[in-house]
Each structure stands twice: as C-alpha cells, then as structure tokens.
C-alpha cells in the first residue's frame, strides 16, 4: 500500500514570508497528525485530525500556524508569517482512527529553513 | 505531565558489542511505550512496542514500572543499526504520541 505523502521535501524562505505544506494519508486512515521535529529534539505534536474535525490543537501556535483538513483527507498545515524558529522537518503521520494512534504511518517529512 | 526522557544524544559502539540505549517515562496510568527507528535518509518507523513483547532486528525492550524505564537492548549491535532511535509514550487520554528527544547511535566497524 502507499505511504504518507508530503510535498514538498524542502522549501526554504526568508522570515516573515509563508509557507504551506501539503500531506496525503494512507487511503481510509481516519486520523492524521502533524508534527514540528526540532534539530536535535524529538517530534512534538502540532494538530491532529479526525476526518475533517480537529481533536487536538493544543499546541499548535494559532497566532501564525494553520491547518486544515477540509474533506477528510488531504491536509495542508500554513505558516504565516515564519519566524526562525519555525526551521524545522514537518512529519504527516495518519492513522485508522484515534484509537489505533498507536500505529502511526509517518511521511517522509517536509524540512523548512527560515532565514 | 506525561514525559519521556532519553538521556543519551549520542552513543557510539563497535560491531559485536552489546547496545543499550535508555528511556525513561513520567505517566500517571498504565503506559504503553515504544521504541521508534529513523534510519539515515528514511521515514520514521516503528521498531517495536512493548506489549508485543517480542524481537525485532535482535532488539528487545522490557518495561520497568518501578524504575519507570523501556531500555532497548541488543546483545551483539550490527553496523546497520545505525540510526536514531526515539522511546515514545501513548497518552491515553489524549490519543497522542509524547516522543523523546532521541539518540543517534553508531556502530562502528
């Protein structure tokens, strides 16, 4: 079966401008997770989807990230503006449902740099 | 808070040596925890988990409540184990996944 789909791989932009980054789950996984892996730290968890509804957004930082789910499928996550801090790898993971959270397929991720 | 703490950024061994490579947990409740694998230029991919109770690549990990630790072992490390290494924790009560900070390991020839 296919994978997590991301695109692009890398982007880099200049502070203050956006960005947007696009993820595809595995077909029929209900959930869907982003997350923001620091340099040198372990993945954190942004926001997570079920279907088309958001269920955890808790730290997501609202005043500049963005994400959506509008069908229940794809999902684009938005940063607007960046800062540098935000220079990170952004990993799309999906699952069947939340219960089955513990299985989660990641993608190959979508590494940013600010600058 | 639910927590996992992996006190080892880097850990270098040589091919045959025994590999350890420690974890600890913070959780209120009965945790589940995992071992995650990041090999170079590949996605994130779940190594074990410690309900299963079984082997993969040579790798166990047992869970220790009263020390609150989920060590991943190998008795004889191989140079393809090179990787990174993340100890995840499953918070129940938010559906989540509360990952360490991660080790790189490398086995050198």
């Known amino acids: 079966e296919a994978g997590v789909a991301q695109s692009p791989r890398y982007k880099i932009i200049e502070k203050r401008q956006s960005v947007a980054f696009w993820c595809n789950p595995i077909?029929?996984?209900?959930?869907l997770y982003w997350y923001q892996q620091i340099l040198g730290q372990g993945p954190k968890l942004l926001i997570q989807?079920?279907?088309?509804?958001?269920?955890?957004d808790s730290q997501l930082p609202k005043d500049r990230f963005s994400a959506e789910r509008l069908k229940g499928v794809d999902s684009t996550l938005k940063i607007q503006p960046a800062k540098l801090e935000d220079s990170a790898v952004y990993l799309c993971?999906?699952?069947?449902?939340?219960?089955?959270?513990?299985?989660?397929?990641f993608g190959p991720g979508t590494r940013l740099t600010v600058l | 808070a639910q927590r996992v703490t992996q006190p080892e950024k880097l850990l270098s061994v040589f091919k045959g040596a025994p590999v350890e490579l420690k974890c600890n947990y913070s959780?209120?409740?009965?945790?589940?925890l995992f071992w995650y694998v990041q090999y170079s230029r590949q996605r994130l991919q779940l190594l074990l988990r410690h309900i299963s109770r079984e082997s993969i690549k040579g790798f166990t990990a047992d869970l220790n409540k009263g020390e609150t630790s989920f060590h991943l072992k190998k008795p004889f490390a191989q140079e393809e184990d090179s990787a990174m290494y993340y100890c995840?924790?499953?918070?129940?009560?938010?559906?989540?996944?509360?990952f360490g900070q991660g080790t790189r390991l490398t086995i050198n020839p």
């Open positions: 077909s029929g996984h209900a959930t």
């Open positions: 995840a924790l499953f918070d129940q009560g938010a559906q989540k996944l509360v």
């Open positions: 959780y209120s409740g009965s945790p589940e």
């Open positions: 993971a999906s699952s069947l449902d939340r219960l089955a959270g513990v299985s989660q397929f």
């Open positions: 989807f079920q279907n088309n509804g958001v269920v955890d």
